[in-house]
């Protein structure tokens, strides 16, 4: 079955620590591919997303995500994570249309 | 508004009760959509409405569960009959089309706890 796959579901960092969440997908065609972020209290919000082109996405608050379209893969990326990055990311994925997310990963950032 | 809006934001209810739930979707957008967010799984799709388009119920878990959308805006989702399981947060989102460019505005959701 198509499927969309986060490998982590909490991850705890200190600030300033690099920042990588996996992100895996099952489908086999042409995808667009989004990182959505869902802070305490607030509701989900687009992160930054892939349609084509250079496949090193870059969107807001300093994250990166990159496309590996031999890994099925999107991982989002961040330098330097800051405590107020503390919130719970989404992977999703649109094939044909149909918009299917992650599980979702629980960040943690340690002031 | 200038987002989607959903109420109410909590509901608690009592298994085998009916409950509705609103979504306002943003003013323009011809596309909604409704998923459900439980702890742990994710988000999962629900029904899907384009502008005067029959509805794309294909992720509705049962028949207890239905959706409609009143002159093309605002959608009240209904579930009959709830169970402990339905318990969850209801999401509605909107988009200006089904072709996702601009990626999908949500709502705050709707908190369902059935006791």
């Known amino acids: 079955a198509q499927s969309v796959s986060q490998h982590n579901h909490h991850v705890i960092l200190s600030e300033a620590a690099s920042l990588e969440l996996g992100c895996n997908y099952s489908?086999?065609?042409?995808?667009?591919?989004?990182?959505?972020?869902?802070?305490?209290?607030?509701?989900?919000?687009?992160?930054?997303?892939?349609?084509?082109?250079?496949?090193?996405?870059?969107?807001?608050?300093?994250?990166?995500?990159?496309?590996?379209?031999?890994?099925?893969?999107?991982?989002?990326?961040?330098?330097?994570?800051?405590?107020?990055?503390?919130?719970?990311?989404?992977?999703?994925?649109?094939?044909?249309?149909?918009?299917?997310?992650?599980?979702?990963?629980?960040?943690?950032?340690?002031? | 508004g200038a987002g989607v809006s959903q109420s109410p934001s909590n509901k608690v209810t009592e298994k085998g009760k009916d409950v509705e739930l609103r979504c306002d979707p943003i003013s323009g957008h011809t596309a909604l959509y409704w998923y459900r967010q439980s702890l742990g799984q994710g988000l999962e799709f629900l029904i899907y409405f384009q502008g005067n388009s029959a509805p794309d119920k294909s992720g509705l878990p049962s028949d207890r569960f239905s959706a409609e959308r009143t002159g093309g805006s605002v959608s009240t989702l209904t579930i009959q009959r709830t169970q402990q399981e339905d318990s969850a947060v209801y999401l509605c989102a909107s988009s200006f089309s089904r072709t996702v460019y601009y990626g999908y505005t949500f709502g705050s959701g709707t908190r369902l706890t059935v006791v």
């Open chain 1, 27 to 111: 489908y086999g065609g042409t995808v667009n591919l989004f990182w959505y972020v869902q802070y305490p209290g607030q509701h989900l919000q687009l992160l930054l997303k892939y349609f084509s082109g250079d496949p090193l996405v870059k969107g807001i608050k300093g994250f990166e995500a990159e496309f590996i379209k031999s890994k099925f893969s999107f991982n989002l990326r961040k330098p330097s994570v800051q405590w107020s990055d503390t919130a719970e990311y989404f992977c999703a994925v649109n094939y044909n249309n149909d918009m299917r997310f992650g599980a979702g990963t629980r960040l943690t950032v340690k002031p």
